[in-house]
């Protein structure tokens, strides 16, 4: 199938099954009931096919380009069909596991994570670890056939519902920095994991405390080399500051045409409203830009910091717009397109932390991209 081909197929699929798509968005809607519903969404697009398209064979896949993939992401995200945050976990978990994980455990799992059998999180983040993650602590020690994980992570989105996690840990002595450092692949039900699910300042626990006790990981599940966990960071991090945003492009493409619509005359700010529509094309732009390359097989790098820095840009510009002309002060709604405002408005203001602080990207920037230093 070609790219015109799977559009034409998947715009007719979508309209067909509108009514069951559909997501509903606001306060009143649970975390819970938006996992149920990502996860109803992935199962019927995997089941009619269209979300094994761009995924390669070897993974339950039909192969064929990535930017099939890309509009599946992007039309769901558009017709407001998903949350596009929580639907990119796939986009930033899935190619690290292909590269990295045994074929034979990535031909297992992938497809799981598809089709919304099981949601999968990233552990990474520490207490005393976020920007400078190679000086992690939560160790792991080889018993035989088994890694033995004891440590904490921090912010983990969705660990309450996930049922694998990405995770690093530290393999190498205490001082090994990020030399000492290995990927597993654990599952959330092992014995010694207790998880405790933080709410957030718009209302969500979208995110959780994970604690590992000895927790057996079986030395299958290491992705990549022993002690070479940062390379694997590496390669994942680029995918999530750049390609799983595509789809949040196009849903704040959407929401600011739904603010231009809803907006009475005279509420917004001329200047205002250029600058967020000269930003979301920009990043638009960009992020279209990454998503060719990843499509011709280009290895994504540093430079994704920079799709990184306008979606964060681009994001906050959007919804402090809105704050200004919809729901002003952002202080309760009277109803509930204003009260969703009021919740994207406050998640809005997490873009310049999650996936590498704002601060961080710049640094990465201006050292990597710039040759104005070294970066720490
Ligand atoms: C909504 C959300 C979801 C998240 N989901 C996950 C997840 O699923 N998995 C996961 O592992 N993590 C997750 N995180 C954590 C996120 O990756 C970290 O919060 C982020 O990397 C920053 O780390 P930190 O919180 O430890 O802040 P710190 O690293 O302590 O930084 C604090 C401040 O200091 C600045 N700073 C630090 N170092 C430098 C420097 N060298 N130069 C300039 N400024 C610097 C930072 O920019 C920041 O402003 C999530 C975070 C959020 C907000």
Redesign the pocket.
Known sequence: MDLQEFRDGLDAWLGENASELEAAFGPDVTLDQEMEHLSKVKRLAFDAGWMRWGWPERVGGYGGSTLMRAYLGEALASRDMIEP?IYS?TEVLVPTMIEFARPELAAEMVPRLLRGDETW?????????????GSLTCRARRDGDVWRVTGQ???????QYADRCVL?ARTGAPESGSKGITALFADMDAPGITVRPIR?MHGRD??CEVFFDDVPVPVGRTLGEVDRGWTVAMDLLPYERSTSLWHRSAYLRQRLGRLLASATDGALDPRDLGEAVQMAFAFHARSRGTQHRMARGERLGPETSIDKVLLATTEQTVFDLAADAVAPGIAVGDDADSDRWRTEFL?SR?A?????????Q??IIACRLLDLGT??
Request: hydrophobic share 35%.
């Open positions: 945050g976990m999180c990233q552990g990474f983040s520490e207490p005393s670890t976020g920007s400078n993650l992570k921090v912010w983990t989105s969705l660990a690093l957030a979208e995110f998640y997490a310049t932390i999650y996936g590498g602080s704002a601060e961080i710049r640094d970066d720490r």
